[in-house]
């Protein structure tokens, strides 16, 4: 991860992936599961904490939870997409 004051949940409850930054939400990954896929068409980084490697952050997380659980990832999100793409080790998880 980018900073030390950070961390990211899965919020289950509200389909999203968190980032906290400095004690405040600073960006999500939106998500939505079924049939053993997590599709995600949002990832949001707030203008504030923008520049500080947080939506790639967010993305690992978000990659890396859904291997663990056994899910295939279709990233509808185009930041996402690029990001995958560009990352070998996620490219496997491709739904």
């Known amino acids: 991860m980018s900073e030390h004051n950070q961390s990211i949940v899965r919020d289950d409850a509200r389909h999203r992936y968190i980032l906290s930054a400095d004690g405040v939400e600073a960006g999500y990954i939106e998500f939505h599961e079924a049939d053993g896929v997590i599709d995600m068409p949002h990832t949001i980084v707030d203008e504030a904490f923008g520049g500080r490697g947080y939506g790639k952050d ?21 930041f996402l997409d690029r ?13």
């Open 58 to 78: 967010l993305a690992r997380f978000a990659f890396d939870d859904a291997r663990e659980r056994g899910l295939k990832v279709k990233p509808t999100c185009p």
């Open 83 to 95: 990001f995958m793409q560009k990352t070998p080790e996620y490219q496997d998880l491709r739904a």
